[in-house]
C-alpha cells in the first residue's frame, strides 16, 4: 500500500507564491500517476495538475502558465509550485496517488493542506 501526505500550504497575498509538497511511503514504487485537486468551501473538488512516472503532466486551464508540477523520483516526492496566485486558489488542495498492487489499481488521498489567499 502507499500513503501520501501533503506539506507547505499557508496564507499569502495576490500575486505570491507557495510550493506544495506531497510525500509518498509505503509501496512508492508502485506508482504511476501522483496529482492535486484542490476543494474551496461550498464546492466540489476540482483537479489542478498531474504528473506519471514518464514525467508527462498535464494541468486544468485554470493554473496553466502559473503553477507547475515536477516530482523526485528520489525522495517519492511530488511538489507543486504556485505562482501568481489569485484570491480564487484560496482551496484545500489535496495530493492523490494511484498506484497498482496485485494486479489492481488503487487511489489515496492525503489529508489536504489549505491554501489562502488574500486580495
Known amino acids: 500500500q502507499v500513503q501520501v501526505a501533503e506539506s507547505g500550504g499557508g496564507s499569502v497575498q495576490t500575486g505570491g507564491s507557495l510550493r506544495l509538497s506531497c510525500a509518498a511511503s509505503?509501496?512508492?514504487?508502485?506508482?504511476?500517476?501522483m496529482s492535486w485537486y484542490r476543494q474551496a468551501p461550498g464546492k466540489a473538488r476540482d483537479f489542478v495538475a498531474f504528473i506519471e512516472i514518464s514525467g508527462r503532466s498535464q494541468y486544468a486551464d485554470s493554473v496553466k502558465g502559473r503553477f507547475a508540477i515536477s516530482q523526485d523520483n528520489a525522495k517519492n516526492t511530488v511538489y507543486l509550485q504556485m505562482d501568481s496566485l489569485l484570491p480564487e486558489d484560496t482551496a484545500i488542495y489535496y495530493c492523490q496517488c494511484n498506484y497498482r498492487w496485485s494486479g489492481s489499481v488503487y487511489t489515496d488521498w492525503g489529508q489536504g493542506t489549505q491554501v489562502t489567499v488574500s486580495s
Open positions: 509505503g509501496n512508492a514504487a508502485s506508482i504511476y500517476r
